[in-house]
């Protein structure tokens, strides 16, 4: 049995959903598996449970045993803070979070069923470049139309539901939207969240008061994201944060905790910080987003 195993058990909810318990014997519905997660933190992101008669929010880790928590020293990490469910095959040891609380637990041995354990690692062991190439001649040629024509219905509806969720928050205004959805997609697929956290912990209109200072700009960003919480050596760093002690006093700013970013399995260029940094540089050239202006390019 492997993690990996667990994982694509949990995603597609392939075991007993149905009157589910908790180690404790606490009653628990999933409501949503959360999003599978292939960087640094918990396994599944964004997850949401109702445990008894409380709804919980936050993410899903899962190990074979439960004391692998401790091998992997999970508790000396501040990312697994909100994991609000535990996924195991097996408990052998309770699990707390730093401040006592027991971390709800989930066993998933009795649950799974037998032959879809044989079935995944028959698809495992396969030694085709895609397992099941051999299969897709079987298929007819209007499942496959239809089933792509899906595919791209069904993406173009995801971004759609972002842009049209972010333009209702912003109660009509074009403008600061385009900005929040700009920074959300620089963020890439793996930091878009943290990105529009920024975006919207930060509005245009008060980047646009710095807008004919790089540094300003930066610094914005850069605290905001919560980048500047560190001790620096070099000049310009150090600088950043000088000028963001001065602006996040002067406007109420809060900053975002900076174990949000990852930057495992990444390449340098997509570094949130080089990421961040294209973005200032973005909004120092152009003095509009959503509407371009001709006065300025």
Known sequence: MTEDFLHYAWRYQHFQPHHLHTTQGQALSILAVGELNR??????????????????????????????????????????????????????????????????????RRLLDPDLCNAYYRMLNNALWIPCQNHWHEVKELTKKLWLERLMVERLEAKTEVVGRLLEQNRGDWEEMCYQVLLRNFGLRVNMDPCEQVARSLPLKLIGRHRDNLLQVEALLFGQAGLLDLEFTDVYPRQLQQEYRFLRQKYGLESLPAGNWKFLRMRPANFPTMRLAQFAVLLYQGSNLFSKNPGRS
């Not at 997850?47 to 899903?60: E, K, Y």
């Not at 992997?72 to 040891?93: C, I, T």
């Open 39 to 108: 960087h640094a933190g918990p396994d599944f992101t964004n997850a949401r449970l109702r445990i008894d008669d409380t709804l919980w929010a936050g993410n899903v880790e899962v190990h074979i045993k439960s004391s692998d928590w401790l091998a992997h020293h999970h508790e000396q990490d501040p990312a697994y803070n909100n994991v609000v469910l535990h996924v195991v095959l097996d408990e052998d040891e309770p699990i707390h979070r730093t401040n006592g609380e027991r971390i709800p637990c989930l066993e998933l």
